[in-house]
């Protein structure tokens, strides 16, 4: 089984500032993906970023990274430099590599205020 | 522009209306997805299918039906719904290639209101 929870359901921060969003995570595989998408006003969910678990190094897509902490089950993503585009809701997601599918979070409302 | 067309972008029908709810992927994978995401819940897997092959169906009730008459196609057949069925039902696709796992892609969802 696999459980993943986004503890902040809404954060706001100014244009150009860094942000940070929670997650942890619980899963009984050996091996896992770890994923964050964004959901903008579209509807459209989009892949951010992912991280590998056997990876120790954390994962970096320009102005996204994450702080990947396996031992603490902790996987938050930080937005550097915010933009207004940034605004939208953010899932964290994982999956095993031995069949359990992707488990999203309830998500976290990030708004990037000008 | 998305690789996964969702049609219609909104649906509003009554409990005994008959819909259908129609996806497209021009990605080449080989896998499809049905999910629900209702406010302030995670997303939910309804269906997935693997080469055209349903391979899970998690529990969904019957009045939802779906079809994959081929790797580029998914439809999602409704009937007699609940107003608790009123949700943002989102379609996706992966490349499964039996080794790691793989990135969804999305549509844009429909966007459906049982009154």
């Known amino acids: 089984a696999q459980t993943v929870t986004q503890s902040q359901p809404e954060m706001s921060v100014q244009e150009a500032e860094t942000v940070t969003l929670s997650c942890t995570y619980d899963?009984?595989?050996?091996?896992?993906?770890l994923f964050w998408y964004k959901q903008p006003p579209s509807r459209q969910m989009i892949l951010v970023i992912r991280?590998?678990?056997?990876?120790?190094q954390n994962a970096t897509e320009n102005r996204f990274s994450v702080n990947f902490q396996k031992a603490a089950k902790s996987f938050s993503l930080k937005i550097s430099d915010s933009q207004l585009g940034d605004t939208a809701m953010y899932f964290c997601a994982v999956e095993g590599t031995s069949g359990s599918r992707l488990t999203f979070g309830e998500g976290t409302q990030l708004t990037v205020n000008p | 522009e998305t690789g996964v067309t969702q049609t219609p972008r909104h649906l509003v029908m009554g409990m005994t209306n008959k819909k259908s709810l129609k996806c497209e992927q021009h990605?080449?994978?080989?896998?499809m997805y049905w999910y629900k995401q209702s406010a302030k819940k995670p997303l939910e897997l309804m269906f997935v299918?693997?080469?055209?092959?349903?391979?899970e169906n998690n529990s969904v009730p019957s009045r939802f039906s779906p079809e994959c008459p081929n790797s580029s196609h998914l439809f999602l057949h409704l009937h007699t719904l609940q107003p608790e069925d009123s949700a943002l039902y989102l379609c996706?696709?992966?490349?499964?290639?039996?080794?790691?796992?793989?990135?969804?892609?999305f549509g844009n969802g429909t966007r459906l209101t049982v009154t």
């Open positions: 299918y693997s080469l055209e092959e349903r391979v």
């Open positions: 899963t009984s595989e050996n091996n896992y993906y």
């Open positions: 990605l080449g994978h080989n896998a």
């Open positions: 991280q590998e678990a056997y990876k120790q």
């Open positions: 996706a696709s992966s490349h499964q290639s039996g080794t790691g796992v793989n990135t969804l892609h």
